[in-house]
């Protein structure tokens, strides 16, 4: 499991707790669906913000300058 770690984010009515099991699968309460719904966006965020970066670098054809020259070739077909 990870960490425990404890943020307060406007947008909530109550407390949400999101556990992640070992392996890997959250698991949300909330005390209502609105808050459900926000946590599980806030979850599915963060574990796929590196991700769906790459893409937006990828579509930019930015990749070789974060993860090197041997993404140039990717790069230039993008371009």
Same mark, same amino acid.
């Given at each position: ?16 707790l999101i556990a992640?099991? =070992? ?6 309460? @909330? #005390?209502?669906?609105?808050?459900? &719904?926000?946590? !599980?966006?806030?979850? /599915? ?10 893409? =937006? ?6 990749? @070789? #300058?974060?993860?090197?020259?041997? &993404?140039?070739? !990717?790069?230039?077909? /993008?371009?």
């Open positions: 499991m990870r960490p425990a770690e404890r943020l307060t984010l406007d947008g909530l009515k109550s407390e949400v992640i099991d =070992r392996w890997g699968i959250a698991h949300i309460r @909330a #005390g209502n669906a609105d808050d459900l &719904f926000f946590a !599980q966006g806030f979850n /599915a965020a963060r574990d796929r913000l590196y991700q769906i970066d790459t893409w =937006r670098k990828r579509g930019l054809a930015l990749l @070789a #300058g974060d993860l090197g020259p041997g &993404f140039l070739k !990717q790069d230039e077909a /993008a371009r």
